[in-house]
């Protein structure tokens, strides 16, 4: 069945990085936008990141301009997000997401209809 | 950036009883190409987040016809018109028009009288 799978997460100091995955299955992969939501400790969701299916343009949060970086390999199925200088703020559930729309080429207007079950990340000394 | 505000917070209904929540951005959602770019979602208690309404009104795949949406503009609801048990969770409203992209509304709470 479709079906995404989140990994990575785990707790890690201040300032450190950390690589989530995210590996699909059930769908072609590589025909699909990709997106990471995040979720604060009892907060809503967040909107992190997300990369075109072919990978040829990712768009990013304010928060995490410059810090997170969202890829993909389509020959594996699976879609990462480096995340470097972590800070405190940054502790979350992170989850992959599914843009709804096959191949679309813009950065606006698509929903997010398959969800992983998330991976938490803490950030703490 | 743009702002998506959610009322109310919480409520309680009671089983078979309808349910209506607003959400209201702080810019119109409605594209050039036409189309209006809000959508909604469910999280149940400990599960992730599922997509029941997309472009303002349509339905996801699976989702009970007792969910609709409807609104224009800057002004959105989701209805549910006959609540049941499993209707519980956390349900946000989202933009996906304006920079930062994709924004959420804080939540609205379900709960089961």
């Known amino acids: 069945q479709v079906q995404l799978v989140e990994s990575g997460g785990g707790v890690v100091q201040p300032g450190r990085s950390l690589r989530l995955s995210c590996a699909a299955s059930g769908f072609t992969f590589s025909s699909y936008g990709m997106h990471w939501v995040r979720q604060a400790p009892g907060k809503g969701l967040e909107w992190v990141a997300v990369?075109?299916?072919?990978?040829?343009?990712?768009y990013y949060a304010d928060s995490v301009k410059g810090r997170f970086t969202i890829s993909r390999d389509n020959s594996k199925n699976t879609l990462y997000l480096q995340m470097n200088s972590l800070r405190a703020e940054d502790t979350a559930v992170y989850y992959c997401?599914?843009?709804?729309?096959?191949?679309?080429?813009?950065?606006?207007?698509?929903?997010?209809?398959?969800w992983g079950q998330g991976t938490m990340v803490t950030v703490s000394s | 950036d743009i702002v998506m505000t959610q009322t109310p917070l919480s409520l309680s209904v009671t089983p078979g009883q309808p349910a209506s929540i607003s959400c209201k951005s702080s810019q119109s959602l409605l594209h050039s190409d036409g189309k209006t770019y809000l959508y909604w979602y469910l999280q149940k208690p400990g599960q992730s987040p599922q997509l029941l309404i997309y472009e303002v009104s349509s339905r996801f795949s699976g989702v009970p016809d007792r969910f609709s949406g409807s609104g224009s503009g800057t002004d959105f609801t989701l209805k549910i018109s006959r609540v049941e048990a499993e209707d519980v969770g956390v349900y946000y409203c989202m933009q996906g028009i304006h920079l930062p992209r994709y924004t959420f509304g804080q939540g609205t709470k379900l709960e089961i009288k």
């Open positions: 997401a599914r843009g709804r729309t096959p191949k679309v080429s813009r950065s606006y207007g698509d929903a997010f209809d398959i």
């Open positions: 990369i075109w299916y072919d990978g040829s343009n990712k």
